[in-house]
Every structure is written in structure tokens, then in C-alpha cells.
């Protein structure tokens, strides 16, 4: 990556960093790698066991991680690789839920 053109308002003087007037955080969900899409259609299919799908989430994750870390998140997240829904996984969690397999399931990609 290239460095930022200097500022015109700082004239040439160092800043530290700059504090918007607003808050930005995410909510952990992250796009999902290649290689991940790829081994989730893989273990769809039966080519690849549970294991082996761990074993590349688990890889996705680290290197996820390390990413955040590398460009300075106070507070990183796993992406939520692991999760095949945005709703079911949380609802599935709580007391009282039952799931069923319906007509029509939209997953994470």
C-alpha cells in the first residue's frame, strides 16, 4: 500500500491520528474468503468432511484475525465464519426454539 498524499491543512506538520465526530465499529460479521465459499460447497457436496471444514474455518479465522490486528482494531472478531445463518444460529440458542427444515433456505455465502 501507498502512503496517504499529505494533508493540505496540516501544511507539512505531523498529526496524530485524527477522532471523527462519530463512532464506527462492525458487527463481527465478515465477508467470507474463497477458500471458505469453496470448502462449505465442498462438504455440501460430500467431498470434504466435517473436519476438514473445520480445519479451513479455523485457518480462515486466524488469518482474519491476524488482519485486524494488523491494521489496528481495538476489538476483532472471527467473522462469524463458522455460522451458516444470520438468524437461525442465534435463535437456535435460545430456550424454547424448536428449528425445522423448511421448503425454501437462504445460507451464508
Known amino acids: 500500500m501507498g502512503e496517504a498524499a499529505p494533508d493540505r ?3 507539512g506538520r505531523s498529526v496524530g491520528p485524527l477522532k471523527p465526530p462519530f463512532g464506527a465499529d462492525h458487527v463481527g460479521s465478515l465477508l467470507r474468503p ?6 462449505r460447497a465442498k462438504r455440501e457436496r460430500g467431498e470434504i468432511d466435517a473436519a476438514a471444514l473445520a480445519e479451513i474455518e479455523d485457518r480462515e479465522i486466524a488469518a482474519v484475525i491476524k488482519k485486524q490486528e494488523e491494521i489496528g482494531l481495538q476489538s476483532v472478531t472471527d467473522g462469524e465464519f463458522r455460522r451458516a445463518f444470520w438468524q437461525i444460529d442465534f435463535l437456535e440458542r435460545l430456550d424454547g426454539v424448536e428449528s425445522y427444515t423448511g421448503e425454501r433456505m437462504v445460507k451464508f455465502q
Open 9 to 11: 491543512r496540516t501544511r
Open 34 to 39: 474463497a477458500a471458505l465459499k469453496a470448502a
